[in-house]
């Protein structure tokens, strides 16, 4: 009895959807004459190519894939590899490898895809110079970092700098770490470079300083929807205990 009522209430649903969105009407018969799969059927032909290309859609459904088979994307760029021994799919495995944190790999791969193209690929250049500074190799990605040329003031400039001022922080030059830090972090868009400022300060013990980046941070989480939070999870759940541990203390 509550199976039958369950399915004649779906049913309805999904025939007042097709009023109030002006759906083909042939869709009414399909779903009172096959009750649920007629409803199954409405959902997966007419709902949800509607949403499929939705932002948070997309989202939820690349990290789905990612969480089920994160080395899909690995397999896919060797497979490439396999059949063509391009600087670009040596890239994208690099691409594939480091999205993986499997960075000395990546380091390789991008260096071979350096050595494969036509020179000057600036971009690729970048990425190798964070590749070395996840693996540790500071010095030589300051090195590689330093032949690149300057772009214009944008988003990509912005992202250099802030790798950069990584890299200082992780030799040493902490008042030059300090300087792109601080103008980095009132430009970038997202939150990443706050928290790695505020890391920074941390572990030079200026919690005070800290402090006041990890609460922008939060009062910027909070007007982010689930979705966009769910994206760097790791990263808002650090800022958290962090700032909850200051808070204590």
Not at 37 to 52: H, K, R, S, T
Not at 60 to 76: K, M
Not at 111 to 119: D, F, S, T
Not at 231 to 248: F, G, P, S, V
């Amino acid at each position: 009895m509550i199976f039958l009522l369950a399915s004649v209430a779906v049913q309805i649903l999904c025939a007042v959807h097709v009023i109030r969105t002006g759906r083909n009407q042939i869709w009414m018969l399909f779903i009172f004459l096959f009750s649920l799969m007629g409803c199954f059927a409405y959902l997966v032909l007419e709902i949800l190519p509607e949403y499929w290309g939705n932002r948070h859609v997309r989202t939820i459904r690349t990290q789905a894939v990612s969480s089920i088979d994160p080395e899909r994307e690995l397999r896919a760029a060797r497979k490439a590899l396999e059949l063509a021994n391009t600087s670009a799919n040596h890239i994208a495995l690099g691409d594939a490898l480091a999205a993986l944190g499997r960075h000395a790999d990546a380091v390789a791969a991008y260096q071979q895809g350096l050595a494969l193209g036509p020179g000057q690929d600036w971009r690729t250049q970048v990425k190798l110079a964070a590749a070395l500074f996840e693996n540790h190799r500071s010095g030589e990605a300051l090195d590689v970092l330093a032949n690149v040329p300057d772009v214009p003031a944008g988003g990509e400039r912005d992202r250099r700098m802030l790798l950069r001022a990584r890299i200082l922080a992780d030799i040493g030059k902490d008042a030059e770490a300090r300087g792109l830090f601080e103008d980095v972090v009132t430009r970038i868009a997202g939150e990443e470079a706050r928290c790695h400022y505020a890391a920074f300060l941390l572990d030079r013990g200026d919690q005070m300083r800290a402090r006041q980046i990890l609460e922008e941070v939060e009062q910027r989480a909070r007007r982010l929807d689930r979705t966009q939070r769910a994206a760097q999870a790791d990263m808002y759940q650090w800022a958290a205990n962090a700032l909850a541990d200051m808070r204590r203390t």
